[in-house]
């Protein structure tokens, strides 16, 4: 439901904000290539105008893949229930756009031209949506002005609470941005909290992160191919020992482990696969992992430890973890913690899981163990070798279990899709 004006305030910002990204939008070319890069990619694009019609036509913006990943199993469940909806999708960054630009179930992938108000309104004009999602924290201010302007509902889907620090000082603005949307669906309950103390009157709705209903999917499809498993890992000996997955691991992460495998006697088996597999490095790692091989070189594993130097198969091989490390956690943050908790197995990541709330949620139900340092890990993989850590493999499972089903709720109220 579209209601009521925006200030005039609003739309007076919004003229500012075009003209401020008119003068800066040069020298962000001159000094960044990816921005460089997405430029080029807008001009070189043609948006046909679409005809309005009968046919539903829906826009969902993703900043990146990241943000894709959750739009996707809307998008995907949409055009299996209705293939003749009408999906444009937009990216803002070229990493996304690179990746999904010939996605199957989009009519049309684009760059999303900066926030002006020329350009949300020669762009809403010429794709004529009836109804708007953007994923997680998008906030184009002069896009949404324009929305509302033409009557056109625009979602916030898997919100969380944008950590900007311009917020922090100008929190009237915000809440007023907030109140351009029809309808915002947070990705869980902290950020909804978030957004009602800053609002309590806004439309927040407390939800779940529709990804879950992705990983859900995939695992289900992997878990039901052996034959995938196998031609991925060649002889490899599934129950011989137990076997721990170190995934998107980078240095810090490894070096933490290889010293924890000197302080134990148990026999297990490592699978590593760094979060960038270089040659250099992953043969560094085989140089300081006895019993190591590549898996590129493996035409029969037996009981070796692997350095998978490939990428694009992390999901298929945490199939077969009996538990899993998660890397990032000594650097910037940890890496994604959902998809290995969806096969229900323990999980350990290092300290720095302050960003991801998957991980911190993991944390404190007891699904995922914080390793500070190689004593930590000895005593983890000690545990895991003796049987020790069922209940955190519950926990993973029931995390995953009971956060599905977010993608049918989107697609009853906002498209209006029942089963």
């Known amino acids: 439901m579209v209601h009521g004006n925006p200030p005039a ?46 046919t539903l036509s829906v826009w969902i913006h993703a900043s990146s893949l990241g943000e894709f990943e959750q739009a ?5 469940a949409m055009k299996k229930k209705n293939p003749s909806i009408d999906v444009t999708v937009t990216f803002f960054s070229p990493s996304g756009y690179r990746i999904r630009h010939a996605y199957e179930f989009a009519d049309r992938v684009l760059y999303l031209p900066i926030d002006s108000a020329e350009n949300a309104s020669s762009f809403l004009n010429r794709i004529n949506p009836d109804v708007i999602l953007f994923i997680r924290y998008e906030l184009w201010m002069n ?51 978030a957004f009602k103390a800053l609002h309590p009157s806004v439309s927040i709705y407390d939800g779940n992160d529709t990804r879950i209903d992705r990983i859900h999917e995939q695992v289900s499809a992997i878990t039901s191919n052996q034959s995938m498993i196998e031609d991925l890992l060649p002889g490899i000996e599934h129950h011989s020992m137990p076997c721990i997955v170190l995934g998107s691991s980078w240095a810090e992460d490894e070096a933490v482990f290889l010293s924890a495998l000197s302080l134990i006697d148990e026999p297990l088996r490592l699978i590593i696969v760094p979060h960038e597999p270089t040659i250099d490095h992953c043969k560094a790692i085989n140089e300081s992992l006895p019993n190591s091989m590549l898996l590129s070189e493996c035409e029969d594993i037996g009981n070796q430890h692997i350095i998978v130097d490939s990428i694009g198969n992390l999901l298929a091989i945490y199939a077969i973890a009996d538990a899993a490390y998660i890397g990032g956690g000594f650097g910037a943050g940890v890496h994604s913690c959902a998809e290995p908790a969806g096969y229900g197995i ?33 005593r983890w993989l000690k545990a895991i070798c003796a049987g020790l850590m069922d209940h955190a493999g519950e926990a993973s499972k029931e995390y995953i279990q009971s956060r599905r089903g977010m993608t049918e709720i989107i697609l009853r109220d906002i498209i209006g899709l029942n089963d």
């Open 9 to 54: 305030l609003l739309w007076f910002l919004g003229t500012i904000w075009s003209y401020v990204l008119l003068l800066i939008r040069p020298i962000i070319m001159l000094f960044s290539a990816k921005f460089r890069e997405r430029e080029q990619g807008v001009l070189m694009q043609h948006v046909y105008r679409r005809i309005p019609c009968d």
């Open 72 to 76: 996707r199993p809307i998008i995907d």
């Open 143 to 193: 896009y949404l002005l324009e929305a509302r302007k033409l009557a056109i509902p625009v979602y916030a889907v898997n919100a969380t609470f944008p950590s900007s620090w311009i917020w922090k000082f100008f929190p009237w603005l915000l809440r007023s941005i907030l109140d351009l949307f029809s309808g915002i669906y947070a990705v869980n309950s902290t950020e909804m909290n």
């Open 346 to 378: 323990p999980l350990a990541s290092g300290p720095h899981i302050a960003r991801s709330p998957d991980a911190n949620i993991l944390h404190q139900l007891g699904a995922l163990e914080i390793i500070g340092n190689e004593h930590d890990a000895a």
